[in-house]
């Protein structure tokens, strides 16, 4: 009797065979992109497919396998790694992350290093290199608490971070609730001024194309230029929302996320870098009172710690956070939650905004000219960098950075000394603390009000048009000025 095959009732990971893969010059990067995210190949053929046309493409697993290889991004049991394999790179990571922990370290393996290893094979090689430091933290543990969120870009919440404040430091976030995606993170010499925060929200949202539905923070006047902004810029898009502010002031512990935001940074980025800067102050290297030291410290300290800032919040955004059944928010990589919300039941309620109207937030908020946007006064960037440049422009690390800023500061020692340097400095730093009043007359948002209004937007040439939602992540970022070398060698 012939046999009948039994009918697919799932879908098939070869499919796709017949139709024709995806020019490789534009699948590849995507295939690299998924590996790197840690997908499986039938993971990787499948969000791979949503950057290209389904109707006309087609890739299967064993192409997957097959340009993976060609690429040289081999699998874990491909790989055999051992502990001779992430011995070099366990001495470079533990000695800029203090605290890391054997999940993270799979992560930054396969991200910066290209290397696939398991989580047991660097679990078992951290009990054996650093038992004491295991067992510590596994008594680490997070405190509970519940959010609730529509979906992506529903909220758009903020957090300033005071505790670098003895080293002339500030910090500022602003993070996506819902997939939990760090939408900025920034270090600067201030963290109250309500255009340099606005600015950052512009900057944000311009990567994306788009803005929240609200924004949210604790009390307090330095969110009030992101609260009045955001609530002019929506009352304009549509009309139906005015008397209302757009913005959700939190009562006591409520703004939570960028809280959890920050116990995870202090936990997993800060420690070295803190006992670093406490090394200098202790030592005698650094005031923060003394103007020129002020100064040069951070010419030298914001830009370096800005890009490893950026480095970690990269690996924040792309890795997957631990399955907790407790969990109401979706499971999963969040910049993968942000640009595909449909694959977790979810919507993406960020609204279209046009880079003519980014533009006028821009001039009209919080213009470039203004002295918070300067890193330094200029006439001390001139001569910073004249000095620099004599020193031979030295990488910065965390085994230089005192050695070049006692070389940078020598070169300002032995000079003319200038006598509009303190005057400039105490000028520049004028506008740290400068305030907002918040908008009168509005209702405040409370949890459970209606977040979407009528839908109408008002075009800059006064025409009204439907309100544009988007799940589209735009990859643009802009250029900043440079002013040291830095290098991820930290021997």
Not at 164 to 178: E, K, N, S
Not at 203 to 221: F, Q
Not at 412 to 441: C, H, K, Y
Not at 468 to 480: H, I, W
Request: aromatic content about 10%.
């Amino acid at each position: 009797m012939p046999r009948t095959r039994k009918p697919i009732t799932g879908p098939s990971r070869r499919g796709g065979r017949h139709k024709p893969i995806p020019p490789k010059d534009q699948l590849n990067p995507w295939i690299a992109y998924y590996w790197h995210l840690g997908f499986s190949d039938p993971k990787i053929a499948d969000h791979a497919l949503d950057h290209f046309d389904r109707n006309n493409h087609g890739l299967s697993q064993k192409t997957v396998q097959r340009i993976r290889k060609e690429m040289g991004l081999k699998g874990t049991i491909q790989q055999a790694a051992t502990f001779e394999t992430i011995t070099e790179i366990y001495k470079i990571l533990r000695a800029r992350f203090p605290t890391m922990g054997a999940r993270r370290m799979v992560t930054v393996i396969r991200q910066d290093y290209s290397i696939r290893v398991s989580e047991k094979l660097v679990n078992d090689f951290l009990r054996a290199v650093e038992p004491e430091a295991v067992a510590e933290r596994k008594r680490c543990r997070f405190k509970r608490r519940r959010f609730w969120s529509a979906g992506v870009m529903e909220y758009l919440s903020i957090d300033q971070h005071d505790k670098w404040g003895r080293f002339g430091l500030w910090l500022h976030i602003g993070l996506d609730p819902f997939p939990g995606r760090i939408a900025w993170l920034k270090v600067w010499w201030c963290n109250r001024n309500p255009r340099l925060l606005i600015h950052f929200y512009i900057e944000a949202a311009r990567r994306v194309g788009g803005i929240p539905l609200l924004t949210m923070s604790d009390r307090g006047r330095e969110n009030n230029g992101i609260a009045n902004m955001h609530t002019v810029i929506r009352h304009r898009l549509d009309p139906s929302l005015r008397g209302t502010l757009q913005h959700r002031f939190c009562v006591r512990t409520t703004n939570i996320k960028p809280e959890a935001g920050w116990s995870q940074f202090r936990a997993q980025w800060a420690p070295g870098f803190e006992d670093l800067f406490d090394y200098g102050i202790n030592g005698g290297l650094y005031s923060p009172s003394d103007p020129l030291e002020n100064l040069v410290f951070r010419w030298l300290a914001i830009p370096w710690l800005q890009t490893e800032i950026d480095n970690w919040v990269r690996l924040y955004n792309s890795s997957t956070r631990r399955a907790n059944k407790n969990k109401i928010l979706p499971h999963g990589v969040p910049n993968l939650i942000h640009a595909k919300p449909e694959r977790f039941n979810s919507k993406n309620f960020q609204i279209m905004i046009s880079s003519e109207i980014f533009d006028e937030l821009q001039q009209e908020w919080a213009p470039l000219d203004d002295p918070v946007f300067q890193l330094t006064p200029a006439s001390f960037h001139v001569q910073a960098d004249a000095h620099y440049t004599s020193l031979g422009r030295p990488a910065i690390s965390k085994g230089t950075f005192w050695d070049v800023y006692a070389d940078l500061l020598g070169c300002f020692r032995a000079g003319p000394v200038d006598q509009t340097l303190e005057q400039d400095f105490n000028l520049a730093n004028l506008g740290a603390d400068w305030d907002m009043e918040l908008i009168e007359g509005l209702k405040e948002v409370r949890a459970g009000d209606e977040a979407v209004g009528d839908g109408v937007v008002l075009g800059l040439d006064g025409s009204y048009d439907e309100a544009e939602f988007t799940d589209s992540d735009g990859e643009n970022s802009e250029l900043e000025d440079n002013y040291a070398d830095f290098t991820d060698n930290e021997e």
